[in-house]
């Protein structure tokens, strides 16, 4: 099939931001997609799912493609992320290993089992034609299934596109990082009064997304608004909903609040956000050392160097954060100056006591925030 005239059938159906990871099969679309659309390359499958949940969020309508070997570091976001939020993406994914089809030994099981495991997440899916006039119908099916806010594969075998030559990327060559590093001692605050200063600088512009666990319970306590995602699941995915929201939303202020846990398990998520380098995108680190949800087990984060790694990866601006006042002359200026900035507050483990679950589902916080988008208003 002719790969430029299926990607300009999926562009006129409103599919023009692409993101995912490459593989042979999927490459000349891959290819389209990076020469002729909005296209994001994340490190891993799962990244990719989470950055095109952040663009649907803005307003449009995501693919993501894969090769199925990738479908299993994509299930989290998948089960706990576009199931739960009920977000819907255009997905394709490809078929290594297919059953009776020589291929590479890794390829193997999953060739037998990528389907099933689609079933078995109840993402609708089909296999894609190679006959231009079928797989535009498909594509009308794709779209009745996404308006129903469910996920659509195509599952696609070899040789289903036609070459696509890539034309020349230009490399984005990473500025001088500013770094501050740690000078003093630390405050220790508790996370509750971290997110009652980020909180408290919050206005119709701001968007705030708080990764999952505590975090997100204790800032929906502090105040409700239709500018705060509160996350479920998908542990270490939320800097890559705030990267694909802030590439497509660039008008408002995107203000990612991480947890030590989160961020280690997803940490090439880092890489991805420097080098797209959204200057409206601000990411808090609040650190306590502890997987405080579970239980207070304790994370590596101690032997990790936030502010280097964030810098090496491009991030502008690269801040340790003693206190809630320099958090907040912090945040104040970033607002002022925007430049993708990382902040790394230490707080002391430990939540609030009583705390309450949030009583407003989570696909109703998905589809507040969106309309919060649209309108550019947060009012109760």
Same mark, same amino acid.
């Given at each position: 099939? #002719?790969?430029? +005239?299926? /990607?300009?059938?999926l562009k006129q159906s409103g599919f023009a931001f692409y993101t995912g990871v490459p593989?042979?099969?999927?490459?000349?679309?891959?290819?389209?997609?990076?020469?002729?659309?909005?296209?994001?390359?994340?490190?891993?499958? *799962?990244?990719?799912?989470?950055?095109? &949940?952040?663009?649907?969020?803005?307003?449009?309508? =995501?693919?993501?493609?894969?090769?199925?070997?990738?479908?299993?570091?994509?299930?989290?976001?998948?089960?706990?992320?576009?199931?739960?939020?009920?977000?819907?993406?255009? *997905?394709?994914?490809?078929?290594?290993?297919?059953?009776?089809?020589?291929?590479? =030994?890794?390829?193997?099981?999953? /060739?037998?089992?990528?389907?099933?495991?689609? #079933?078995?997440?109840?993402?609708?899916?089909?296999?894609?034609? &190679?006959?231009?006039?079928?797989?535009?119908?498909?594509? +009308?099916?794709?779209?009745?299934?996404?308006?129903?806010?469910?996920?659509?594969?195509?599952?696609?075998?070899?040789?289903?596109?036609?070459?696509?030559?890539?034309?020349? +990327?230009?490399?984005?060559?990473? %500025?001088n990082p500013f770094k501050q590093r740690k000078n003093a001692s630390d405050q220790l605050?508790?996370?509750?009064?971290?997110?009652?200063?980020? +909180?408290?600088? @919050?206005?119709?512009?701001?968007?705030?997304?708080?990764? @999952?666990?505590? @975090?997100?319970?204790?800032?929906?306590?502090?105040?409700?608004?239709?500018?705060?995602?509160?996350?479920?699941?998908?542990?270490?995915?939320?800097?890559?909903?705030?990267?694909?929201?802030?590439?497509?939303k660039k008008d408002k202020d995107i203000i990612v609040i991480d947890g030590d846990g989160?961020?280690?398990?997803?940490?090439?998520?880092? $890489? @991805?956000?420097?080098?797209?380098?959204?200057?409206?995108?601000?990411?808090?680190?609040?650190?306590?050392? $502890?997987?405080?949800?579970?239980? *207070?087990?304790?994370?590596?984060?101690?032997?990790?160097?936030?502010?280097?790694?964030?810098?090496?990866? *491009?991030?502008? !601006? %690269?801040?340790?954060?003693?206190?809630?006042?320099?958090?907040?002359? &912090?945040?104040?200026?970033?607002?002022?100056? !925007?430049?993708?900035?990382?902040?790394?507050?230490?707080? &002391?483990?430990?939540?609030?006591?009583?705390?309450?679950?949030?009583?407003?589902?989570?696909?109703?916080?998905?589809?507040?925030?969106?309309?919060?988008? !649209?309108?550019?208003?947060?009012?109760?």
């Amino acid at each position: 099939m #002719d790969t430029k +005239q299926f /990607g300009e059938e999926l562009k006129q159906s409103g599919f023009a931001f692409y993101t995912g990871v490459p593989c042979s099969f999927l490459k000349n679309l891959i290819n389209y997609a990076i020469n002729d659309c909005e296209y994001v390359g994340a490190t891993n499958e *799962g990244d990719a799912l989470a950055i095109a &949940s952040g663009a649907y969020l803005a307003g449009k309508h =995501p693919v993501v493609l894969m090769q199925n070997s990738g479908l299993a570091n994509a299930v989290s976001p998948l089960v706990s992320l576009n199931y739960t939020f009920r977000i819907p993406l255009l *997905g394709f994914v490809s078929l290594r290993g297919e059953p009776g089809i020589p291929d590479e =030994p890794q390829h193997e099981l999953m /060739g037998q089992i990528t389907t099933r495991l689609l #079933d078995l997440m109840e993402v609708s899916w089909a296999y894609l034609s &190679s006959d231009i006039a079928e797989a535009k119908d498909q594509i +009308q099916q794709a779209i009745q299934v996404i308006q129903q806010n469910r996920p659509f594969f195509f599952v696609v075998k070899k040789g289903i596109f036609q070459e696509e030559i890539l034309r020349t +990327q230009e490399l984005k060559p990473a %500025s001088n990082p500013f770094k501050q590093r740690k000078n003093a001692s630390d405050q220790l605050p508790r996370r509750y009064e971290a997110l009652a200063t980020i +909180q408290s600088l @919050t206005d119709n512009n701001t968007v705030q997304l708080a990764t @999952t666990g505590k @975090t997100g319970r204790e800032l929906y306590e502090i105040k409700d608004i239709a500018g705060n995602f509160y996350m479920v699941g998908s542990m270490g995915c939320i800097s890559s909903i705030g990267l694909g929201l802030a590439l497509s939303k660039k008008d408002k202020d995107i203000i990612v609040i991480d947890g030590d846990g989160a961020l280690l398990m997803r940490m090439g998520s880092l $890489a @991805t956000n420097g080098y797209y380098n959204p200057p409206n995108m601000l990411h808090i680190l609040l650190d306590n050392n $502890a997987h405080d949800s579970t239980g *207070g087990q304790k994370t590596v984060s101690d032997n990790i160097d936030f502010i280097e790694i964030t810098a090496a990866c *491009g991030y502008t !601006k %690269s801040i340790y954060v003693h206190n809630l006042e320099q958090l907040k002359s &912090s945040i104040m200026e970033w607002k002022k100056e !925007k430049n993708l900035t990382f902040l790394h507050l230490k707080i &002391s483990p430990g939540s609030k006591k009583d705390l309450a679950r949030p009583h407003i589902k989570p696909y109703e916080v998905k589809d507040r925030l969106r309309l919060f988008l !649209k309108s550019g208003t947060s009012s109760q």
